[in-house]
């Protein structure tokens, strides 16, 4: 109990210190959703993004913060103890004024290495995932809720989320996207602060500081249970229609021409 008290005193002192150097609001209290704290409440996403919505081909006008900007604040981060032990912070790519951001749970071996997010296997199959969108991979932003892999792949501890996600909040912040895409049972969870399973998150929008957030299953989870690409591929769907992206015609239910819940060769 010590030791976790202590960690979240650490955390919390570093968000403390990030915040004095933005000149901005208490971001951990922000977070938490404390009523009245910081300066000054900065409104949802989608309540911004609709007072003033992008011109995705106009400069990003004075006050707006850049992915840059984000990318520089973070910095060579050890706000918590990952930092000492990762080959690569993998901060996220993608285009920067995507309608639809791809978010997963942590980077794994492969981008550790890389330095790039999703560039595995399970990467590779997200990329035909969104292929099957009639997307390519520029077309979206595809990050993670940590920025440094944790030790063995496991799930991601609470005060690691806590001194990554004010970052990955500035980035949805900084692109502006219409649909998020949460990857996986651990980053729907985490992003949604429940403990519901994946199979009655997914399926349907949830709201996550504002936008709209489709849970699915993640892209490892389906290289292991082909057959859960049947219920991928209808939530990509739904995020097809939110977007108004003409859906492809394919009889199967699957891109590919694959039978339900077969497998199907088109993801």
């Given at each position: 109990m010590r030791e976790a008290f202590q960690e979240l005193v650490h955390h919390l002192n570093a968000r403390l210190r990030e915040d004095r150097v933005r000149g901005g609001r208490l971001s951990y209290l922000v977070t938490a959703?404390?009523?009245?704290?910081?300066?000054?409440?900065?409104?949802?996403?989608?309540?911004?993004?609709?007072?003033?919505?992008?011109?995705?081909?106009?400069?990003?006008?004075?006050?707006?913060?850049?992915?840059?900007?984000?990318?520089?604040?973070?910095?060579d981060c050890q706000r918590c103890p990952l930092g000492e032990k990762r080959r690569r912070l993998v901060f996220g790519e993608g285009n920067p004024h995507a309608e639809l951001v791809f978010i997963g749970e942590a980077p794994g071996a492969d981008e550790d290495l890389q330095g790039r997010p999703f560039v595995g296997r399970a990467g590779q199959l997200l990329t035909k995932i969104i292929e099957a969108m009639g997307l390519k991979r520029g077309d979206v932003y595809i990050c993670n809720i940590l920025k440094c892999r944790p030790p063995g792949n496991r799930n991601p501890a609470p005060g690691e989320v806590a001194a990554c996600e004010p970052f990955l909040i500035r980035q949805l912040?900084?692109?502006?996207?219409?649909?998020?895409?949460?990857?996986?049972?651990?980053?729907?969870?985490?992003?949604?602060?429940?403990?519901?399973?994946?199979?009655?998150?997914?399926?349907?929008?949830?709201?996550y500081q504002g936008l709209q957030l489709m849970p699915t299953y993640h892209p490892a989870y389906l290289l292991r249970n082909p057959s859960a690409k049947k219920q991928v591929w209808e939530d990509m769907q739904i995020i097809m229609k939110a977007m108004d992206l003409k859906l492809p015609?394919?009889?199967?239910?699957?891109?590919?021409?694959?039978?339900?819940?077969?497998?199907?060769?088109?993801?």
């Open positions: 959703g404390v009523p009245g704290a910081g300066r000054e409440a900065a409104p949802p996403l989608e309540t911004a993004s609709r007072k003033t919505p992008r011109d995705r081909t106009a400069p990003v006008r004075a006050g707006e913060e850049t992915l840059e900007a984000v990318r520089q604040a973070l910095g912040e900084a692109i502006r996207p219409r649909i998020i895409c949460a990857l996986g049972s651990v980053a729907a969870r985490t992003l949604l602060k429940t403990e519901a399973p994946i199979t009655v998150l997914r399926g349907r929008f949830q709201s015609e394919h009889k199967g239910g699957l891109p590919g021409g694959g039978a339900p819940g077969g497998g199907a060769e088109g993801i």
